[in-house]
């Protein structure tokens, strides 16, 4: 090797140690900034023919474990779900108050319960009267609170999807920019690292919006997909569309049906126009978009479902009374059965009939509903918490339209003239014996001998007697939003006692029946409200569902709350991970300093060396 290679190769180690230097400048300078990998230059033997002359810069590579990166996305899609699930858990949590407290709802219900308590013992106490009257007030107003303060967090969801959504297209476009930048470098020469740095933050950006995987083509492209599969970027981007609704309510629900939708839904538009349902295709699993998806659209109803049955519950336990049936005193046509009297039932009125299948003696049960609109018929099973029963919409005023409704249980319906009912079992064919019939009646007149009284009345209408009605769909929903007192009981709190003009100012039957029917009578919960299991109802008191529906709500919280701190725990986990692999560590970066100043130090004295070598053998 002569003098001018030896020349040549020191200056090619002083330029790479000084691009190197540049590169651990801007490590260090970017030990803190979000997204930044941790850069080397890779360094290769320089050839002049089959020998080496120095060195040259090849490639600046990033410091990165896909493997890692791919995981961390996931968790923090996860993580971003769980955050804000668990925040919106917290707060109906604080809305129901801590389970016992002073201002907790369940404390609120006990407080009318007690308040009929001390009725009982001083029924002609005009102070327990009020008493009764104005803590039923209390349970109304904050129950209407409760159930607008859901659809408040229900309409925040619908504001946090459209936000999600806005910022899910922000970032499919950068990332489409950056891209079109990395193709163009990738066909000319090496693609920047620090462009990829770019790519991937706005990637990591839309994991926390909904869950992806990514996919990395050969030519420094990405593809980036939902979890499920969805495509979203391809070198061209997709745009996600979402047709907000300003309010939500009760009723307010989502259906993969367009004409039933009542809520917004996120839709997926390529560059060639087609649009799909993201929501009924299940294609979105996790992070923000999903968890404000889940809470608007099962969280939050089934939250307003729970004060709807409680609502449901207490008011026609309070007013319905029970209708016997009798026997028929002759066989009519060879068959007997039941007759019950329809004298004042009302729609949303329902009949339980039981019925065995000889000569095996299996039971049967079918709860008939009255409804009068036929176009909220056939009822599905759903409508009753039990598993057991047949559910059977009809007008049950009509023994003919009875008579075809029953058609395939083998009993037959008729009618011996007025308003009675008779069900019948099959004769002569002995295959079929009724075994009960009753019916669940609302009593109308505050004053008409009978203790069942209505308290509380629908606020829909003026007065308006609840009855559980099924005409023009279900009048449970939204329930709790409209509850109110009984207008007349406020303004005359004495009807609390006296249930017929010549009732005696003593009698405890009306309060006794109240108090009774909210803390003793067993009533069945309908497991939609996410309290019971289909084929494992809920069963106990309505006192009990109260207290029920606190519990429930934060032992959910805690729940939410954990999953939440475990998912911190995880991904902080990776993320450590992931910043020992690509994070700068100023130690190693201060240590590769010191060697490049000695390794700059070394090739600057072959230099000197050199022009002291030249020098000599100019003076030759």
């Known amino acids: ?41 890779v360094g290769v033997a320089a050839l002049a023919g089959d020998r080496v002359s120095g060195v040259r810069s090849d490639t600046v590579s990033r410091e990165l474990d896909t493997l890692i990166q791919r995981q961390t996305r996931t968790e923090i899609a996860a993580t971003s779900h769980a955050e804000v699930v668990d925040e919106m858990y917290s707060r109906l949590d604080i809305l129901l108050g801590q389970p016992g407290s002073e201002t907790a709802f369940d404390t609120l219900f006990n407080n009318l319960t007690g308040a009929l308590q001390t009725l009982m013992t001083t029924p002609d106490s005009s102070a327990a009267q009020q008493q009764v009257v104005r803590d039923a007030e209390v349970l109304t107003q904050v129950m209407q609170g409760l159930s607008a303060d859901i659809q408040v967090m229900r309409t925040e969801a619908e504001q946090g999807i459209a936000d999600a959504v806005r910022d899910v ?33 706005y990637i990591d950006q839309l994991a926390e919006l909904i869950d992806i995987r990514t996919v990395e083509r050969d030519s420094g492209s990405v593809a980036i997909y939902t979890a499920s599969g969805t495509l979203l970027f391809d070198h061209e981007r997709t745009f996600l569309e979402f047709d907000q609704y300003a309010t939500l309510s009760p009723t307010s629900q989502y259906s993969a049906d367009p004409a039933e939708r009542t809520v917004g839904t996120v839709g997926l538009r390529n560059a060639a126009g087609y649009t799909v349902d ?103 099973n759903d409508l009753t918490p039990r598993n057991d029963d047949t559910v059977i919409g009809v007008d049950l005023t009509d023994p003919v339209a009875v008579n075809a409704a029953l058609a395939g249980t083998g009993l037959t319906a008729g009618s011996s003239g007025g308003t009675l009912l008779h069900i019948l079992d099959d004769g002569a064919g002995a295959t079929r014996n009724v075994l009960s019939l009753s019916g669940s009646y609302s009593v109308t007149d505050l004053e008409g001998g009978v203790p069942e009284l209505a308290l509380f009345t629908d606020g829909s209408g003026v007065g308006s007697l609840y ?51 909210l803390t003793n009578l067993t009533v069945t919960i309908n497991p939609s409200t996410g309290i019971g299991a289909n084929g494992r109802p809920y069963s106990a008191s309505i006192a009990a569902f109260a207290r029920e529906i606190v519990n429930q709500t934060a032992a959910e919280a805690q729940a939410a709350q954990r999953t939440h701190e475990g998912q911190n725990i995880v991904l902080t986990g990776l993320q450590k991970r992931q910043d020992e692999k690509t994070g700068v560590s100023m130690d190693r970066e201060l240590a590769l300093l010191t060697g490049l100043q000695n390794s700059y ?17 100019m003076r030759m």
């Open 601 to 617: 130090a070394a090739n600057a004295r072959v230099l000197t060396v050199a022009r002291e070598m030249i020098d000599t053998l």
């Open 169 to 201: 297209n922000t970032a499919l476009h950068r990332i489409e920019q950056i891209n079109v930048t990395i193709l163009s470098q990738s066909a000319n020469s090496q693609v920047s690292p620090d462009l990829l740095d770019e790519r991937d933050r």
């Open 278 to 380: 993201l929501i009924a295709t299940d294609a979105i699993r996790s992070g923000k978009i999903a968890a404000y998806v889940e809470l608007r659209d099962e969280t939050l109803v089934e939250m307003q479902e729970r004060l709807d049955e409680l609502a449901h519950q207490m008011m026609l336990a309070l007013s319905n009374r029970t209708e016997d049936s009798t026997a028929t005193p002759a066989p009519i046509g060879g068959a007997d059965g039941r007759i019950i009297d329809t004298a004042g039932i009302q729609p949303g009125n329902s009949m339980t009939l039981t019925y065995e299948e000889l000569p095996a003696g299996t039971q049967r049960t079918v709860t008939l509903f009255h409804v009068t609109d036929a176009s909220q018929l056939p009822l599905s």
């Open 467 to 517: 009855t559980g009605s099924l005409d023009g769909g279900s009048s449970r929903v939204g329930l709790a939003a409209r509850i109110e007192v009984n207008s007349t009981v406020a303004a005359d709190p004495g009807l609390l006692q006296a249930y017929g003009p010549s009732v005696a100012s003593a009698d405890v039957s009306r309060p006794e029946l109240l108090y009774e029917r």
């Open 1 to 41: 090797m002569g003098i001018s290679s030896a020349v040549n190769s020191s200056l090619s180690g002083l330029r790479y140690t000084q691009q190197s230097l540049d590169i651990i400048a801007n490590n260090i300078a970017n030990a803190d900034s979000a997204g930044y990998t941790r850069k080397t230059l």
